[in-house]
């Protein structure tokens, strides 16, 4: 309730971490609570790495040193808790845990690292797959290799007999010839991928080799960022991802290396509203190019990064719908591309008009293979899937608690005389985002949050928290354009179909 003894003026500056051990130092080591001690440690960023000094209060320095931990890899700490020891020879030691604003733990002692766990893993959101770079040499296009290019393949046909012998040697060889087998294979079947993932809460990027799940590396970003493509891997250029973060005045792209994590360019423009996919790839980095959009009354202004891609942009969109749509104010703003600079809105979806609705999830129709476009019931008759790829399913909820005198008699509340407000409800709305229409909602009284959404074929799935029953549910809602009987499709008789399918002219489901 009041402070032991003071430890200085400002001990702690940016970037700094001051912790407490405020056990006897006998008591921790197993020798009672006699002589009961009290110390103070510290942890901040130094040049060459993390710096920590333990000091008893009031006495003198237990321990002090520079671990090599990299504030650009893990951040910088946030928190220290340290550990005091008794020596086997005399005095008193210790090591501290220190945790960083990146959600790394880390535990040094002195100037050494014992360990480091990127606890960021744990909640990353969403992942971006690229090849595993691979170190091949080949012949250029002479028609007779030159000297150094000869040794260069003799070297690799001599590296790769020696991965496939160590594989028949593995049980031999030990743990190095079993991860070299199981690269190979890895190479081999093409599962040498790497899984770029981001955690935004932590502002950290990691690159996951997917057939060992080892950290091949990792990197700070900003807090809040948001990770997209950014360009495929290519023999004459490597893969890259961007890093997305956007301020109340700045929007930042930042293109990073998915080999090793390094910045290759950084690009700074004024804020957006939104920041979409533009469909083409600049011509000369062969990197895929974004839309800034910003919302107008009349439509939305764009800006193509990079600038280079302008012409490219403005020629698919003449010759293709390009449509986006943005999410904001509880509201699905719809949108074509008319140039390089603008946008046309072709209408909105009001999901949210409540004052206490609040979007909780959002999924979008799979860009994947179809099993079959029709399920064939008991009696041969075919009901059509609803297959839609610009179908939007937005999950909402509403608080309740306002008056509804005709509230159904299933959800009224006990008692004839008692006031009936509406419960607390779930929606699940589908958008279709070319036309801007609701293709279905459904609504899930005593349904809230925290809840999910996916969309697989014409199946869609929403999990959700029941707050009546007081447990998780999952609903489901599957989806089809039509039905063909039994007799409806032979060999003399077909039923009318159309080559192509129009947003505009098709059914709901």
């Known amino acids: 309730r009041r402070p032991l003894a003071p430890v200085g003026d400002a001990p702690c500056v940016a970037g700094c971490a001051l912790g407490a051990f405020s056990s006897p130092a006998a008591y921790a080591s197993g020798g009672g609570v006699d002589g009961g001690r009290a110390f103070w440690a510290s ?33 910088p700490p946030m928190a220290i808790f340290p550990q005091i020891f008794e020596k086997a020879g005399g005095g008193l030691g210790a090591r501290s845990l220190a945790a960083t604003t990146a959600h790394s733990l880390v535990m040094v002692g002195g100037s050494s690292v014992n360990w480091v766990r990127d606890e960021a893993l744990a909640s990353v959101r969403g992942a971006i797959f690229v090849d595993a770079p691979r170190e091949s040499i080949t012949a250029t296009a002479a028609t007779v290799p030159t000297f150094s290019e000869r040794l260069a393949l003799q070297l690799a046909a001599a590296t790769k007999l020696g991965e496939t012998l160590s594989g ?26 790497l899984a770029v993932v981001a955690n935004a809460d932590a502002g950290r990027l990691f690159a996951l080799a997917l057939h060992t799940g080892d950290v091949a590396w990792s990197a ?29 005045e700045t929007t930042t792209l930042r293109w990073v290396d998915a080999h090793d994590g390094k910045t290759t360019e950084e690009l700074r423009a004024a804020a957006f509203d939104a920041l979409v996919p533009a469909g083409v790839d600049d011509p000369l980095t062969k990197r895929k190019a974004y839309l800034g959009v910003t919302l107008r009354d009349d439509g939305a202004a764009l800006s193509v990064l990079p600038a280079s891609a302008e012409e490219t942009l403005a020629s698919f969109a003449n010759a293709t719908a390009l449509h986006f749509h943005v999410i904001k104010d509880g509201a699905v703003r719809c949108f074509r591309v008319a140039s390089a600079s603008r946008a046309d809105e072709l209408g909105s979806v009001v999901v949210a008009p409540g004052a206490s609705d609040e979007i909780v999830d959002v999924a979008y129709a799979e860009d994947a293979p179809v099993s079959s476009k029709a399920s064939i019931l008991g009696d041969d008759s075919l009901l059509l899937k609803y297959l839609n790829p610009h179908l939007l399913v937005v999950v909402t909820t509403s608080a309740g608690g306002e008056a509804a005198p005709l509230l159904d008699a299933r959800l009224r509340a006990a008692g004839d005389d008692a006031d009936q407000t509406e419960p607390p409800t779930l929606h699940v709305t589908l958008v279709d985002t070319v036309s801007a229409t609701v293709a279905h909602r459904a609504s899930v009284p005593h349904g809230g949050a925290p809840a999910h959404a996916a969309v697989s074929e014409n199946w869609v799935l929403y999990a959700y928290w029941n707050h009546k029953a007081k447990r998780s549910e999952v609903g489901s809602l599957s989806l089809h354009e039509g039905l063909i009987e039994r007799f409806g499709l032979s060999p003399f008789k077909v039923p009318e179909q159309a080559a192509t399918r129009s947003a505009w002219t098709a059914p709901p489901p």
């Open 168 to 193: 028949f040697l593995g049980g031999v060889l030990g743990e190095e010839a079993q991860a070299a087998k199981k690269l190979a294979n890895a190479r081999r079947y093409g599962f040498d991928k």
């Open 43 to 75: 942890a901040k960023e130094d040049r060459d790495g993390l710096e920590t000094i333990v000091s008893e209060v009031g006495g003198e320095e237990v321990a002090r040193g520079v671990a090599p931990v990299s504030s650009d890899d893990h951040g």
């Open 220 to 248: 700070l970003a900003p807090k809040g960022s948001k990770l997209l493509p950014g360009r495929a891997g290519t023999p004459d250029a490597r893969p890259e991802v961007v890093v997305y973060a956007a301020t109340d």
